[in-house]
């Protein structure tokens, strides 16, 4: 009986090791460091989270199959087109497993000139506890996440658009 009992406690304790070291990562959160990363882009070059610090980065999380992510976009490319010339870098990170075969395809029906990435493997995504398409993080000059925004906005509304320039003046 007692070994019963300690065989019991053993698979018990075991269980919860075993669920607690395969937990995915908690979400990321405002005021916390942005995750670096390394993802290659549209045109094949890599782009590295970390050496943009000094700029304002907006992470964006989609995927081509996602209606709320394709009605954000066209507000996207406008607060991109507002901001260039600023601190500021607009990164869409999609997060299909065959996001090379459909994204080109997608890009050329809607044209956009912010940088898009692949995570193909999704561990970026993981990394940023990103479940719920669109999802995007405003990243400050500092590499701190100062805000997280989930579900698709209007990226070009005069408050956003006020929001993000003040960011990138700091």
Not at 35 to 52: H, I, M, Q, R, Y
Not at 110 to 117: A, I, M, R
Request: hydrophobic content about 40%; glycine content about 8%; proline content about 6%.
């Amino acid at each position: 009986m007692r070994n019963l009992l300690l065989i019991a406690l053993l698979v018990v304790i075991g269980g919860g090791a075993y669920i607690y070291f395969n937990m995915p990562p908690a979400p990321v959160v405002a005021g916390e460091m942005a995750p670096d990363f390394t993802l290659e882009d549209t045109k094949g070059n890599k782009v590295t989270l970390s050496s943009l610090r000094g700029k304002v980065v907006m992470v964006n999380f989609w995927a081509t199959w996602c209606p709320p992510c394709k009605e954000e976009m066209p507000s996207m490319e406008k607060l991109n087109k507002i901001m260039a010339g600023e601190d500021f870098v607009m990164l869409a990170i999609n997060t299909e497993k065959n996001g090379r075969s459909v994204v080109p395809d997608f890009l050329k029906k809607n044209p956009h000139d912010f940088t898009v990435l692949y995570d193909e493997t999704g561990a970026v995504q993981q990394e940023y506890g990103v479940y719920k398409f669109p999802e995007s993080f405003i990243v400050r000059k500092d590499g701190t996440i100062d805000r997280k925004v989930l579900g698709a906005i209007d990226w070009a509304s005069s408050q956003t658009v006020a929001y993000i320039k003040d960011l990138s003046k700091g």
